[in-house]
């Protein structure tokens, strides 16, 4: 089992960056897909990235592609989501979550096993 921990969210402008990091407890961090969900007010949770376990391979969401990296440090149990050329739209809350199924290349949010408590990213006009 694995609890997450999300930080580095704020508020920036339109065009700025931002890096996420999610801290995970654990010695078997490595045995987990880790993916960024976000949710914006009013709206659903929906997909955003995630990672293999080894960080190999990644899967994005079409309206981050060239735009968002997600990457990993197991040896620091943390998953990391570089943000560039942030948007108004990017505006909501991202969470963190843990995959215990390995399958990195799916969407299905209900795969998720452990999520965090979110972390505010805000981007002005």
């Known amino acids: 089992q694995v609890q997450p921990v999300e930080s580095g969210g704020g508020l920036v402008q339109a065009g700025g960056s931002l890096r996420l990091s999610c801290a995970a407890s654990?010695?078997?961090?490595?045995?987990?897909?880790i993916g960024w969900i976000r949710q914006a007010p009013g709206k659903e949770r929906e997909f955003v990235a995630a990672?293999?376990?080894?960080?190999?391979?990644?899967h994005y969401a079409d309206f981050v592609k060239g735009r968002f990296t997600i990457y990993r440090d197991n040896a620091k149990n943390t998953v990391y989501l570089q943000m560039n050329n942030l948007k108004p739209e990017d505006t909501a809350v991202y969470y963190c979550?843990?995959?215990?199924?390995?399958?990195?290349?799916?969407?299905?949010?209900?795969?998720?096993?452990?999520w965090g408590q979110g972390t505010q990213v805000t981007v002005s006009s």
């Open positions: 979550a843990a995959n215990r199924r390995g399958d990195w290349s799916s969407q299905n949010l209900a795969e998720y096993d452990y």
């Open positions: 990672i293999s376990r080894f960080g190999s391979s990644t």
């Open positions: 654990g010695r078997t961090f490595s045995n987990y897909v």
